[in-house]
C-alpha cells in the first residue's frame, strides 16, 4: 500500500471528509515535505479505496464533493500497515543515488557544478522546511507533525554534509 492511501486512510480515521478537506489536511501535516503526496492523485485514489471497501461514499453530489468514511476494513488495514511502516526498513528510493552511480560518465567541471547546485538546492530546501514547521503552527497541526519536518531536515543536511565532502573530494581530484 502506497503512502498517499495510508494517508487518506489516516486522515478519514477521525470522521468523514471531502476530497478539499482531505488535501487542506495532508497540506497542514506538510506532507509536501516529507511524504511525496501527488495531491492530484487525492481523488483518484479515494474513488479506488472506495471500489475496494476500504472506504465508503457517505455523501454524493453536494455541490459536485463526495464525502468519503473509512470502513471497518479500511480501519484494520491502515492499522496493519502503520504497524508495518514501524517495524518494516524499506529502501528510500532516489533518483540522486542513480546519478551518484554514473558519476564517472561526467568531466570534472560538470560534476563539480552540479554537486554545488544541488548544495544550493539542499540549502534552500532546509531553510524552507525550517520555516514550514514555524508556519504550520499557527494553523494548528497537531505538534508531532513536526517531527516528520524534523526528520526531513536532517536528512537534507546529511545528504547536504556528503555533498558538501564529496564536492571537495572532486576539487582535488580523488572522486570519481
Known sequence: MS????????????????GYEIRRRLELMGT???????YGSIYHGLGKMADEGL??????GKGGKTVYAITDIGRAEFRRQLMSNWWEIKPIVDPFQV???FMDRLEPSELKSA???RAAQLRFAVEMTQRAIGA????GAPRHIDECLRLNILQL????T???????KVRNGTLP
Not at 136 to 139: D, H, L, V, Y
Not at 162 to 168: H, K, Q, R, Y
Open 3 to 18: 503512502s498517499t492511501r495510508v494517508l487518506l486512510l489516516g486522515v478519514l480515521f477521525d470522521g468523514p471528509l471531502h
Open 32 to 38: 509536501q515535505h516529507w511524504a511525496n503526496v501527488a
Open 55 to 60: 472506504l465508503e461514499r457517505v455523501e454524493e
Open 99 to 101: 546519478a551518484l552511480t
Open 115 to 117: 554537486m554545488e547546485a
Open 136 to 139: 504550520k503552527a499557527g494553523f
Open 157 to 160: 543536511q546529511a545528504q547536504l
Open 162 to 168: 556528503w555533498v558538501d565532502e564529496a564536492t571537495e
